[in-house]
């Protein structure tokens, strides 16, 4: 497990398998990112930069869901006598953060 976001005392936990898939779709962004650049360098047409962009900010997007998805898990099967609807509320937080 892997700790990604303590804010107003929520830990979250990311399960490793989720770790690698988040890994990839950022690695992929990333290279998503370098394409937009190469492309505003030689001075591609706007309506494919800003495509281009759409498809940065959706893989973003899922790699962020992917994270939350895996803390929600961990939210719902706490420990007994852990205050799930706080869990609840801070991972929709988290959740709404990305919309």
Do not use: H, Y
Not at 43 to 53: I, K, N
Not at 65 to 84: M, N, R, T, W, Y
């Amino acid at each position: 497990m892997v700790d990604v976001a303590r804010r107003e005392g929520l830990q979250v936990q990311v399960d490793e398998n989720a770790v690698g898939d988040v890994i990839k779709r950022l690695r992929r962004a990333e290279g998503q990112i370098r394409g937009v650049i190469g492309m505003l360098e030689d001075g591609r047409d706007c309506a494919e930069v800003v495509t281009q962009l759409a498809a940065v900010s959706r893989a973003l997007d899922r790699a962020g869901f992917k994270i939350i998805a895996s803390g929600l898990q961990q939210c719902v099967s706490g420990a007994p006598g852990e205050d799930q609807k706080a869990n609840l509320d801070q991972m929709e937080k988290l959740f709404l953060s990305l919309a």
